[in-house]
């Protein structure tokens, strides 16, 4: 299975345009405009990830237009890994080191699959240790540059996770219940 998805360098970058946005829906010239790659090898990946039902085809008009499968039985997890090599996750990675001391980063299922916000105040990062807030500032500005749209933050230090779950504090078990990608750290270190 794992031979189905990473055959090409043109896979990877479909699948990374494909899943930095799910909800949209490409024509091929778009995939090929977007991807840098030859149109001819865009179909062929197009033509294989359809095969093993990553893709879904529909014509309208004279055009057709690909989605990826959200029922895709790997859909999550390539998700999570595109959300870590691209966009934020990417850019958190990057700069791991300049950001401080960090234990773990995680993103919203929401944000990473770019659905609006149920409620204003739902969180689409939330990164723990001892950061450097000057360096944060600096990834988030550029990443709401990038989408256009406010990213909802929360920092916090080790110490406070660990009080706010000892408490069972209803903003951090809000986190804690909803879908996330862990950027970075372990889902256990989260959850306690």
Do not use: C
């Amino acid at each position: 299975m794992l031979k189905d998805m990473f055959i090409s360098k043109t896979r990877v970058k479909l699948l990374e345009n494909f899943l930095s946005d799910p909800t949209q829906m490409y024509h091929v010239r778009d995939l090929v405009r977007k991807t840098g790659e030859e149109i001819n090898a865009v179909r062929r990946e197009l033509a294989r990830m359809e095969l093993v039902g990553m893709v879904k085809k529909e014509p309208r008009g004279n055009r057709l237009y690909y989605w990826f499968r959200h029922d895709y039985i790997y859909f999550a997890d390539l998700l999570s890994l595109v959300a870590k090599t691209t966009g934020l996750g990417a850019a958190i990675i990057k700069n791991k080191n300049k950001l401080g001391k960090v234990t773990l980063a995680m993103l919203s299922g929401n944000f990473v699959r770019n659905i609006p916000r149920s409620q204003p105040d739902a969180i689409d990062l939330l990164i723990v240790g001892d950061l450097d807030m000057a360096e944060l500032g600096n990834i988030i500005r550029a990443e709401e540059a990038r989408r256009g749209s406010p990213v909802n933050y929360t920092p916090m230090t080790d110490e406070e996770l660990k009080f706010r779950r000892n408490r069972r504090d209803p903003f951090l078990l809000a986190i804690i219940t909803g879908t996330r990608v862990m950027i970075l750290g372990d889902e256990a270190d989260l959850v306690g």
